[in-house]
């Protein structure tokens, strides 16, 4: 049978993602499995890309800053006094950061990106943010989603409990 990507069908794809000039920045040692359709899974324009493609095929998508993990923010950057860290604090360890009083948003993970004698620099920027992308992908399987996927608007891999899942 041959099926192609298609809105509620499950994507497995070989993937890598480089910058723009070449240098590797994911290399896709997992294969990415995503709910196809304006689940908001997987980036829209790479997801735009897959449409219609069957196994085997591959796209090469480059996304703007702005079409991947967003803008670098400087406003995510802070700075903490070192007293309130534990003591084997390492750069790139994470921490969860609340969210300023009064907003309705998620956790921000801040990543620790500088320790001073005293001051620890927290970003809480994704790694990859102010970056333009260039992901290759391959489609590996397609398969269609159950209704419970599609109810839930993301892939089900069968061992994770319902808890996990909201």
Do not use: W
């Not at 192609?4 to 070989?14: A, E, G, H, P, R």
């Not at 061992?159 to 996990?164: I, K, L």
């Amino acid at each position: 049978m041959n099926m192609q990507v298609v809105k509620d069908s499950v994507i497995t794809l070989d993937y890598h993602v480089t910058d723009p000039d070449g240098e590797v920045v994911d290399e896709g040692r997992e294969p990415l499995v995503y709910l196809h359709g304006g689940y908001e899974d997987i980036f829209p324009k790479i997801e735009e890309a897959l449409q219609g493609k069957k196994v085997g095929e591959s796209v090469k998508v480059k996304l703007q800053p702005d079409e991947a993990f967003g803008e670098y923010d400087a406003e995510l950057v802070q700075i903490e006094p070192r007293k309130d860290f534990p003591k084997e604090l390492q750069v790139g360890m994470q921490f969860e950061g609340g969210p300023e009083e009064g907003e309705d948003e998620d956790f921000i993970i801040y990543r620790v990106t500088e320790i001073a004698d005293d001051k620890v620099v927290l970003d809480g920027n994704h790694p990859l943010s102010g970056m333009a992308l260039v992901f290759t992908c391959t489609v590996t399987a397609i398969r269609p989603a159950s209704a419970e996927e599609k109810s839930h608007g993301h892939v089900h891999t069968g061992d994770e409990d319902e808890e996990s899942c909201h």
